[in-house]
């Protein structure tokens, strides 16, 4: 359900192993998690132990019952942390569920109005997809990490080639919302989306549009869908961020939403699709 996305603060001499597990309990005082993780390749069999987390932002979704992946770092000097987490489960049903926050997106309800300049500089809003099915998710262009926004545009890329090829062209819309509006003009957005649609492909026929707002209407959207992001502390260059993408069905009302970085473009086609039958 939430990724952290930041620069690693680790040495050059540290070592990183994926670890996948569930969340036993958590302990926000000291910042540390009890997971039953599955086995780790050539470091560690499966065990249930205690975990430091150091991102204080991540214990109000860190929970008993939800599964996680991340990296767990190791230093030459024993030191250890998880980082880049991401909880990719809901908490189990036998567990008191979250109180609901309205102000968020729950499936059913209808998107919240707002508008945005996408990448050629004209504004764009729900009311535009009105009649399509549609996905947006959040990036911002200088992400450094592989498996965050540069993951997501790779989806939705691939994803609006898709789209193109298929009989639904006219009928799905992809988009992406920055969350660096000090940076991320509609301009360095045109180039942002061509680098990943490819130097050649005809950007005007692609379903996949990038756009950004002043910095209140972008927070008005990144808090509708529940996406939490913040400058990074440590390197105001940079952001920490959760991944959050949203499927709208034609009728302008939300109907799934995909947690984490799990997900393929073949899924957000298929999901897509899905609402259009």
């Known amino acids: 359900m939430f ?5 690693p603060k680790a040495s050059s001499e540290a070592k990183r192993y994926k670890l996948k597990g569930k969340v036993i309990s958590v302990d926000k005082d000291a910042k ?3 997971i039953a993780h599955e086995e780790i390749p050539d470091y560690m069999k499966a065990m249930t132990m205690k975990f430091p987390v150091k991102d204080d932002w991540v214990w109000d979704e860190l ?3 939800a599964d996680i992946r991340a990296d767990l770092v190791v230093e030459p000097n ?3 942390w998880l980082e880049g987490l991401g909880i990719s489960a809901l908490p189990r049903a036998d567990q008191t569920p979250l109180a609901v926050n309205e102000n968020f997106a729950q499936i059913g309800k209808q998107v919240a109005d707002f508008t945005l300049m996408n990448q050629d500089g004209k504004p764009v809003s729900p009311k535009d997809f009105l ?3 549609w996905a947006v998710t959040f990036i911002y262009a200088e992400c450094p990490l592989p498996d965050y926004c540069i993951r997501m545009s790779t989806n939705f890329s691939d994803a609006a080639n898709q789209i193109k090829a298929s009989e639904y062209k006219d009928k799905m819309a992809l988009l992406s919302v920055s969350f660096d509006p000090a940076r991320d003009t509609p301009e360095k957005l045109n180039k942002y989306r061509q680098g990943y649609l490819g130097k050649d492909a005809n950007a005007a026929e692609s379903a996949w549009q990038v756009a950004v707002g002043k910095e209140a209407e972008v927070r008005k959207v990144a808090d509708f869908f529940g996406l939490r992001y913040e400058v990074d502390p440590n390197d105001k260059a940079q952001f920490n961020h959760s991944l959050r993408t949203a499927i709208i069905a034609p009728d302008g ?3 799934k939403i995909l947690l984490g970085n799990e997900w393929t473009p073949n899924d957000l086609v298929r999901e897509m699709q899905a609402t259009l039958k």
């Open 3 to 7: 990724t952290a996305c930041q620069k």
């Open 32 to 34: 540390k998690a009890e």
């Open 63 to 65: 929970t008993p019952g």
């Open 78 to 80: 024993g030191d250890y």
């Open 131 to 133: 009649g399509k099915a």
């Open 253 to 255: 009302k939300v109907v």
